[in-house]
């Protein structure tokens, strides 16, 4: 079995070949209160990204859709991103290092928006860890609470959130599972068999 990105070796008929699982998420044991998660890598928003948002979220308000309304009606003089557009990418940006495995978000603390974000801003993210515990009532998990800040190119913080994720204990986590073989690269050529060269020049 592989888990958090560690190799295994697998031999095959004519060559020895380290296969990698991603690491996605962690579990509670991976999780030190204190430590620090750069998530990469960002994200440029634009105003196509910004127009799907509020059209699936049916946030129809004019300040995020329409030019001319936040050209003369509004104090940025320019259209703002949606705030949920940018706690969503923050949160996603979040999840391969913190709950990738987790069982359940349970509960965001606080949100806080705290520069308007523009079309054309790229946001970057980091996530601390606060705490951590195990459940008092079921010996296979705990729960983390991790906070979040979202920072554009500017290096302004834009938003922040801090939340609780109920993740697994390593031991009792279920094994990660793909809906085919594992020797699907069984019969492939070996490294000595392929000829030309490996990059074009």
């Known amino acids: 079995m592989v888990r958090n990105g560690m190799p295994a070796r697998a031999l095959l008929p004519s060559t020895l070949m380290t296969t990698y699982d991603r690491p996605f998420g962690r579990y509670l044991e991976d999780f030190v209160v204190g430590d620090v998660y750069k998530h990469w890598p960002g994200k440029t928003i634009t105003e196509y990204d910004d127009h799907l948002f509020c059209m699936i979220t049916m946030n129809h308000h004019p300040l995020h859709t329409n030019e001319w309304f936040a050209e003369n009606e509004t104090v940025h003089k320019k259209n703002v991103v949606v705030g949920n557009l940018v706690y969503s990418l923050v949160l996603g940006m979040s999840v391969p290092d913190v709950s ?12 806080t928006h705290k520069m308007p974000t523009f079309h054309g801003d790229t946001i970057y993210a980091e996530t601390k860890v606060l705490d951590k515990r195990e459940s008092a009532s079921k010996p296979d998990r705990g729960v983390v609470t991790v906070e979040t800040k979202g920072f554009n190119q500017r290096g302004e913080e834009v938003c922040y959130f801090r939340r609780k994720v109920m993740v697994w204990k390593r031991d009792s986590a279920p094994p990660r599972q793909r809906p085919y073989s ?12 392929t000829t030309g060269e490996r990059f074009p020049r």
Not at 100 to 111: K, P
């Open 100 to 111: 990738g495995s987790a069982i359940a978000n349970l509960e965001v603390e606080s949100l």
């Open 182 to 193: 594992e020797n699907v690269w069984a019969n492939s050529p070996s490294p000595s068999h």
